[in-house]
């Protein structure tokens, strides 16, 4: 953009930014109470995209905190301060997201949409019920001076904070956290992300502004009772208007705010009596030709990646284990799916599990890497115990993962999954930057692509960039040789080797014995849960018990 | 006695939510139509059913004859020209729920407008089996009993249909993996638009039996999709049994909670017990464990 | 900052657009009235904006432009109508206030239906002097309210008043040996239940009955036969419930199925519709409830008539009457003002004295005090008791007779 461009730019910004704040003094009271409908909406909006644009959980929870809000104003409002009732409604709305979040983060898609929706009636008859019987008056009176001036104006700077906060967010690496959650939370979480708690966080942000928004709100309607505070029209509204302007960025909410806003006006306006119907048609109609909501229009901008996070492998010199696995068991009510399994990896090797399918490979792995907690047995990991950590404080410890059923996080960009993954490294060492990974799997001229658009051999790359991105001391790679013709599987075994070489510690699950015969130097083999032989790969798969689990039992 | 007093009356009561959720069970379930109208095609029904009744004295019962399949007419039309293409249109099921849900707000408006043109915004009511009848020295309504005889019954029948047939198979592989279906040479779009005219058809039997008894008026309909969605949750989406299982235990629970605590609780008891069972078994009390 | 300005622009896009829909018409010379309203057609309060005050809006409307219109001066004026629906939201409601005032530029605003509504546009009609006729609004803080706002008047008495003429009732019936001490009540958990049931308790209490029964239940209750079961067990003389009209129906026929019947059986809003009369029929005799009135007198025979006439259903025995009486009361101030003066209107309203359908009318701080409390089917009309001070009201029939 040239020089001269730009600054006419700034300055019509500025122009409109002093219209914005100015508004009241020109605009009639009936401009003004729509602008303050805008406004209300776009905070309440923003909020609820903040968490639920990028996780995809859908809340209807937002008038729960709104009415807290509310309420908490009616009761402190004329007693207190100003100031003191807005902290004190954001603490309401805080307090109640940090214990409901929680509980309710754990549930995923539509179990969730309901349980929020739940949750926002039971708080509704919690709050009605301590107003019958120990308040014993359901409506609150709030006589109080607020003009519609003042009102706007607490609404503009409130909008401004949530615009901000919600912009600082999407800059700083919790921002990319939370995508990265939205997209797989399985990998996120191997990717070092701790889920619940990046998303209980952002989940208590957004209902602090959406119970302030309802204090801020309250005194203009003078009389509070739970059927005003706590509406559940208004979570649909804001869920709507948020989803029809795209909840999956900071400004795509208001660009749903702001003509459903108007439509309601004008067709409440034009059509009193028919306004439903109108409404309901056009509504179809805009989400028929508007398949990406408003902000679809403009082509959404993609988020700013956090670039850099220092990458390598941080092979150990000295001769003790790196993983010593000791007396591994897994039950699933009563099916032992790993028995009792003990095995060392030193620094530096790589180690093949091989055995029959439903051998108890997959879910070994598992419970080194936290997706699975070991019924008793031992795993130590550079000298710390791992049993009972979750699995993104394993993979902060150094330990990566790839997955049997590959995982991307698909909406997010190559360079994103790696970058995501970079996070919340807590290594200083430093060799390798995401590009430079992404060069190593030959991913490099990718790197702004979608990972849900890449083939299915460059997934199985990124997931191993990824997994490289964490600087592990110890690689688990599960199947990752599968599905790959002769070719790939050739580039795929010197990747590997070029890995080692690196200095990397490798633990492989492998099918593909010619990979394990190049690559490993030392193999386990397991069937129907146990080991039952280890060794060099030659020694053991010319070992009769090993020919009998492959090929059966009445052969031997 | 106050056991068969509370046990009874809240079955009652179950049956009626069950019986109002069993369309959303398919709808949702099965062809993946978070539908949000649900609740105003459930009091258009009743509507329907007070117009025949009023206007001509025909019984609710006779009404569902002629409700039923202009029902699931109606819902087959609205599947097939509107809602199967956001069908196509996403790729997966996430964006799926996001296009169902704002679509059928739009309808449930246009629903709603209809409503308002025709019927304003009053009450309305009507007597219809307003007969006491004592079961076990528990006196219970017959239009509510056979509220309740009827979610047994259709939703016995659903439930044979849906694990018993060919169709019924095939209808619960979509219900599983829409695109595993369609590899394995199921019509996933025709079947699922018959789930949804069927589930629609369900939601006529539950407008038209609660209309027997039941006061209501065309800005009711939210309150009917909530209760439906929250049985459907709380039995497992797409879990027929389940259904009628959450819905009967609401209702006891409504009813015990009213007899031996306190009225002014039953709602907070029934959402506490809903949000508890999701908290103990996070897909719900027959769902399948999450992937 | 960029995106920011493409928010504003779009705003003040937008804002263009709702001028251009909004350019209905704006008022010209004098030639006819302009009165404005923006009322519930859709969402909870719908119920009951539906009964009461929108067919009487309409019929108000219709009744003064036959007759030519409102009288300024020398000429009369018809009456032009701007409608929006507030769609049951309080800040709905205050936007449509002034949206009716600043772009409508209306001459007058009548008020929307129920108490959350009424109070939440309060203070900007006090702002805008726009005189407020709060029909539907029933809260004990009316006293206040109409002391702190001076265009405001309230019409449909007290939650102590109704409770009280209720006890006053119940208490005479029993010094004349025609009923016991016993009462069960029951109530909904909004507002209006709870100033209800919070006044009746004290105030049966005074007169000596003992409160056999005494809860209250959430809004949406889909079955309240535990409550009328439990009401029963308490043996009770006479059953209070202050309801919703769903609730007051079902309250009913789950007593007609329990076979339950107290010597006096009342029930809260929705007695006094007719869907109550049209539902129960020969079963609503002898059941009391909320408001009533002298269905004898020939005004509100001839009122009746014309509000069936017009709308094609009967009005409600309760605050219908009074709703047609408020605009019968804001025609008369205008006429009496002569200019469309509306502070002078505002005080007009709360000084005047006017003939109404409902007899004569003189407020006294801005509030109705001759309110009928409780109403009684008999022979299928809905005849006003009490309080028994009131010119017109009948004697009750006690015991009600046995349900059929």
């Given at each position: 953009m040239t020089g001269p461009k730009r600054a006419l730019l700034w300055c019509a910004g500025l122009a409109l930014a002093a219209a914005t704040v100015t508004y009241p003094l020109y605009a009639n009271g009936y401009y003004l109470a729509l602008g303050i409908s805008v406004l209300y909406f776009t905070i309440l909006a923003t909020a609820w995209a903040m968490f639920s644009g990028p996780t995809r959980y859908i809340s209807l929870a937002t008038v729960a905190f709104f009415g807290l809000?509310?309420?908490?104003?009616?009761?402190?409002?004329?007693?207190?301060?100003?100031?003191?009732?807005?902290?004190?409604?954001?603490?309401?709305?805080?307090?109640?997201?940090?214990?409901?979040?929680?509980?309710?983060?754990?549930?995923?898609?539509?179990?969730?949409?309901?349980?929020?929706?739940?949750?926002?009636?039971?708080?509704?008859?919690?709050?009605?019920?301590?107003?019958?019987?120990?308040?014993?008056?359901?409506?609150?009176?709030?006589?109080?001076?607020?003009t519609q001036d003042i009102l706007y104006w607490q609404l503009l700077g409130l909008t401004a904070i949530v615009f901000l906060v919600g912009w600082l967010l999407g800059r700083s690496r919790y921002g990319l956290a939370l995508r990265a959650i939205g997209a797989d939370e399985t990998a996120a979480s191997h990717s070092g992300i701790d889920a619940t708690r990046v998303k209980l966080g952002v989940f208590i942000l957004s209902a602090t502004f959406m119970a302030v928004t309802g204090a801020v709100m309250a005194p203009r309607w003078t009389y509070i009772d739970p059927a005003i505070a706590f509406n559940p029209t208004i979570s649909f509204q804001v869920v709507i208007m948020a989803l029809l302007g795209g909840a999956g960025s900071l400004f795509g909410p208001v660009l749903g705010v702001i003509p459903l806003v108007l439509l309601f006006e004008v067709l409440s306006a034009t059509l009193p009596n028919h306004f439903s119907i109108v409404l309901g048609l056009i509504f179809v109609l805009i989400?028929?030709?508007?398949?990406?909501?408003?902000?679809?229009?403009?082509?959404?901008?993609?988020?700013?990646?956090?670039?850099?996070?220092?990458?390598?492998?941080?092979?150990?010199?000295?001769?003790?284990?790196?993983?010593?696995?000791?007396?591994?068991?897994?039950?699933?009510?009563?099916?032992?799916?790993?028995?009792?399994?003990?095995?060392?990896?030193?620094?530096?090797?790589?180690?093949?599990?091989?055995?029959?399918n439903g051998s108890g490979k997959t879910t070994l792995l598992n419970t080194l890497s936290g997706a699975l907690k070991p019924s008793s047995g031992t795993i130590r990991f550079g000298g710390i115990v791992l049993n009972g950590l979750r699995a993104h404080q394993i993979a902060r410890l150094g330990l990566a993962r790839t997955f049997q059923l590959v995982r991307v996080m698909p909406d997010l960009t190559v360079a994103e999954n790696v970058a995501a993954a970079q996070l919340f490294s807590t290594s200083n060492g430093s060799s390798a930057t995401a590009s430079e990974l992404l060069d190593l799997v030959g991913l490099g001229t990718v790197h702004a692509a979608p990972a849900g658009d890449l083939t299915y051999i460059d997934q199985k790359r990124l997931e191993l960039a990824r997994a490289l991105a964490l600087q592990p001391r110890l690689v688990l790679l599960d199947e990752w040789l599968a599905g790959l013709n002769p070719s790939e599987l050739e580039t795929g075994i010197a990747l590997i080797a070029k890995l080692r070489d690196r200095g990397f510690t490798i633990i492989m699950v492998e099918h593909v014995m010619d990979a394990i015969r190049a690559l490993c130097g030392h193999c386990i083999v397991m069937n129907a849960g146990c080991v039952i032989a280890r060794g060099g790969p030659d020694e053991v798969l010319s070992d009769p018990k090993v020919v009998a689990a492959y090929l059966g039992d009445d052969d031997a | 006695m106050l056991l068969v007093d509370i046990v009874l009356p809240g079955l009652v009561l179950g049956g009626m939510y069950a019986l109002i959720a069993l369309g959303l069970t398919l709808q949702y379930g099965v062809a993946r139509i978070?539908?949000?109208?649900?609740?105003?095609?459930?009091?258009?029904?009743?509507?329907?059913?007070?117009?025949?009744?009023?206007?001509?004295?025909?019984?609710?019962?006779?009404?569902l004859l002629l409700a039923v399949p202009v029902a699931m007419v109606v819902n087959w039309l609205l599947y097939r020209f509107l809602l199967e293409r956001l069908m196509r249109r996403s790729k997966d099921r996430g964006a799926q729920e996001i296009d169902s849900i704002l679509v059928t707000f739009g309808v449930l408006f246009v629903i709603q407008g209809a409503m308002l043109v025709a019927f304003g915004g009053q009450y309305y009511s009507y007597s219809y089996l307003s007969i006491p009848l004592t079961i076990m020295g528990s006196t219970l309504a017959v239009n509510r009993l056979v509220a309740l005889l009827f979610a047994a019954l259709v939703g016995g029948a659903v439930y044979l249909a849906l694990t018993r047939t060919r169709i019924g198979t095939a209808v619960r592989a979509i219900a599983v993996d829409a695109n595993a279906a369609r590899l394995v040479g199921i019509d996933v779009a025709a079947l699922s638009g018959l789930a949804f005219a069927f589930g629609g058809g369900l939601v006529a039997v539950g407008g038209v039996l609660v209309s027997m008894f039941l006061t209501f008026n065309a800005a009711m309909g939210v309150i009917f999709t909530m209760k439906a969605l929250v049985v459907v949750i709380m039995g497992g989406v797409g879990n027929v049994m389940g259904a009628l299982v959450a819905g009967l235990l609401l209702g006891v629970v409504e009813t015990a909670v009213a007899r031996l605590v306190d009225p002014g609780l039953t709602l907070a008891a029934t959402y506490a017990l809903f949000l508890g069972v999701l908290l103990i078994r996070p897909t719900g009390l027959f769902g399948r464990a999450a992937s | 900052m960029f995106s920011a300005n493409r928010r504003t622009l779009l705003r003040a896009t937008g804002l263009v657009a709702a001028v251009l829909g909004a350019l209905a018409s704006t008022a010209e010379a004098q030639e006819k009235i302009r009165i404005g309203y923006a009322i519930s057609k859709t969402g909870p309060y719908a119920g009951g904006a539906g009964i009461t005050t929108l067919p009487n809006y309409e019929l108000w409307v219709k009744d003064v432009n036959a007759a030519g219109g409102i009288k300024l001066g020398d000429k009369k004026l018809p009456i032009e109508v701007v409608e929006y629906d507030d769609r049951s939201s309080s800040e709905e409601a205050v936007k449509a206030i002034e949206r009716l005032a600043n772009q409508d530029k209306v001459d007058f605003i009548l008020s929307p239906w129920g108490t959350g509504l009424n109070l939440a546009v309060g203070?900007?009609?006090?702002?805008?002097?726009?005189?407020?006729?709060?029909?539907?609004?029933?809260?004990?803080?009316?006293?206040?309210?109409?002391?702190?706002?001076?265009?405001?008047?309230?019409w449909l008495g007290t939650s102590a008043q109704i409770s009280q003429a209720l006890a006053d009732l119940l208490g005479k019936l029993r010094s004349e040996g025609k009923i016991g001490a016993n009462i069960a009540m029951v109530s909904i958990a909004d507002q209006f239940g709870i100033e209800l049931s919070a006044a009746g308790r004290e105030a049966f209490k005074k007169h000596g009955f003992t409160l056999a029964y005494d809860k209250t239940y959430p809004m949406g209750t889909q079955d309240l036969q535990p409550l009328v079961k439990d009401a029963i067990a308490s043996n009770p003389d006479a059953f209070v419930a202050f309801s919703y009209p769903p609730d007051t129906i079902a309250l009913t026929e789950q007593a007609q199925l329990l076979k339950f019947n107290p010597k006096i059986f009342y029930v809260g809003v929705g007695t006094a519709f007719p869907l109550y009369k049209g539902k129960f029929a020969a079963n609503s005799e002898g059941v009391m409830g909320i408001g009533g009135w002298n269905a004898d007198s020939p005004r509100l025979k001839d009122y009746l008539a014309r509000h069936k006439a017009a709308t094609g259903k009967e009005p409600d025995r309760w605050a219908s009457s009074i709703t047609y009486a408020s605009l019968q009361v804001l025609q008369q101030a205008i006429e009496k003002v002569g200019k469309l003066d509306r502070a002078a209107v505002a005080a007009e309203i709360r000084s005047g004295t006017f003939d109404t359908i409902i007899g004569k009318v003189k407020l006294k701080d801005g509030l109705l005090q001759e309110?009928?409390?409780?109403?009684?089917?008999?022979?299928?009309?809905?005849?006003?008791?009490?309080?028994?001070?009131?010119?017109?009201?009948?004697?009750?029939?006690v015991p009600k007779a046995q349900w059929q």
């Open positions: 809000g509310a309420y908490t104003a009616a009761v402190l409002g004329e007693t207190m301060p100003w100031p003191v009732v807005l902290l004190a409604a954001a603490g309401v709305g805080a307090f109640t997201a940090a214990i409901t979040g929680l509980s309710t983060l754990r549930l995923s898609g539509i179990y969730f949409v309901i349980f929020s929706f739940g949750l926002a009636e039971l708080i509704r008859q919690l709050v009605i019920w301590y107003e019958v019987n120990i308040h014993k008056s359901v409506g609150r009176y709030l006589f109080s001076a607020v989400v028929m030709v508007l398949p990406n909501g408003v902000i679809g229009l403009f082509g959404t901008g993609r988020w700013r990646v956090p670039t850099g996070g220092p990458v390598a492998a941080r092979a150990g010199t000295s001769d003790a284990p790196l993983l010593a696995v000791e007396g591994v068991s897994k039950s699933f009510s009563g099916l032992r799916a790993v028995d009792d399994v003990s095995f060392k990896v030193a620094p530096g090797e790589i180690v093949g599990i091989i055995g029959p | 978070m539908n949000l109208s649900y609740g105003e095609s459930l009091v258009a029904a009743a509507f329907g059913a007070f117009s025949l009744y009023s206007g001509l004295g025909l019984s609710p019962l006779a009404a | 203070p900007t009609l006090n702002r805008l002097g726009y005189p407020h006729l709060a029909v539907t609004s029933v809260t004990d803080k009316a006293p206040e309210l109409a002391k702190r706002w001076s265009n405001a008047t309230f309110v009928w409390s409780v109403g009684q089917w008999q022979n299928g009309e809905f005849y006003a008791l009490a309080p028994a001070s009131l010119s017109g009201a009948r004697t009750p029939v």
